[in-house]
């Protein structure tokens, strides 16, 4: 089982510890699936040289958009020396005619269904070129092979997904891609997923579901059956989950100490653009205090690029998040991945200009804009991260909070993850990564001891 590393995983200009943070969660998930007497390696070229010279019976990659070339390839290497080949994930789903190419079946959506049905397809000799996934369910399905995970090579090994999908349709994401002919948001069973979050060791926890707090039945249930588990955690939610109701209460109860938020654009026009309804009239201020007041830390997600950012857009978004103080900032540009609809309203205006995946990455301008010239787009995206992240802007946002131990967690926090790259860089050669731990769940209880 392989991930092959994303282009930009190897870019000078990248950063390897964002690399370094979660182990392969969707191939140790299909792992569970193999008999425990079949013989697998699974591994992560992000955290690891990959070793290509065996002949196994079956190679499993995953394919995202930028790692599509290096999958290819190292999926032509052995089909020609006779393994037999699966490709899945979501650029397979958003282009299996391309990623057809390069395998003997691909996995469109999922692989919860098909992938048993596949290796009883296997084992009989008759496997299909194409598996769809039809039917939607969490229920039943295997405990995740973490024992195939390095969790030394990682900062965050006890990453977890409880849900599947994301209640909304966001014209920019892959989500609807993905899922397209059957549900494309569903849970596992609450007791299913606090017997996982029992089976992993240590108290912290990131949950890489899209939406954790998509489903309010559920995500109520979940916190409350995590009350007293003594957790800290970290997940992604809108910022109308965070405004309406109590779940986000229950979630901080639960140990809730970090929350990604895509806020994406101040513009009610690009929201529009971008189907972004959830977001339309919401007030982000209010959302960010009452996070701030539950002592949740906040990494808020900006696209530029929409149709109708302006010039000023990228001052605004930087000062907004620091006198809000915004934790983290995690800055796009506005990327039309394939199968999206996005892509087909830029394809049928004639804007796509490149079809090199790997500049698919969020950082590259792959489309024709609108408002703003190329080179004003790119040049204020890289003014915006290092605006975010000065010293000066650091400290400025720090000190918006009121208690000192705040301000301190703040200041760590922010520091520590865009600061001391030598420091990150060190760890990860040295396969120590994951001694930074403690420091991490010491920095996220700093909130609640404040
Ligand atoms: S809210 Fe997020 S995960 Fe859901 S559809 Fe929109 S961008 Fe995708």
Known sequence: MILPALAEAESPFWRPVKYSLFPPLGLATLAAYLSPSDEIDLQDQHVETLRLDDTPDLVIIQVYITNAYRAYRIADLYRSRGAYVLLGGLHVTSLPEEAMMHADSIFLGPAEDTFPQFLDDFKHHRPRKIYRSAVRTLVGAPPVRRDLIKRERYLVPNSLVVTRGCPHHCHFCYKDAFFEGGKSFYTQKVDDALAEIERLPGRHLY????????????????????????????????????????????????GLRSVFVG?????????????????????????????????????????????????????????????????TSTYHLLTPYPGTPLYRSMEQQGRILTKNWDMYDTRHIVYRTQNLTQEELQRGYDWAYREFYSWKNIFHSSFVHPSFSRKIQHLLYTGGWKKFEPLWNMLIKAHRLNRMLPVLESILETNSRG
Request: aromatic share 10%.
């Open 207 to 254: 949950f890489l579901d899209d939406h954790l707090l998509g489903n309010p039945n559920f995500a109520t249930a979940l916190f409350d059956g995590m009350k007293g588990m003594k957790r800290v955690f970290q997940a992604a939610a809108t910022v109308s989950s965070i405004l309406d109701g109590d779940v986000i209460n229950k979630a901080a109860e639960a």
């Open 263 to 327: 806020f994406e654009t101040f513009s009610p026009e690009n929201l529009r653009q971008s189907n972004k309804k959830q977001n339309l009239e919401r007030d982000y201020v209010k959302a960010v205090q009452r996070l701030h007041d539950l002592g949740i830390m906040i990494n808020g997600s900006f696209v530029f690029g929409l149709d109708n950012d302006d010039r000023d857009v990228f001052r605004r978004t930087v000062d907004w998040g620091v006198q809000n103080g915004i934790t």
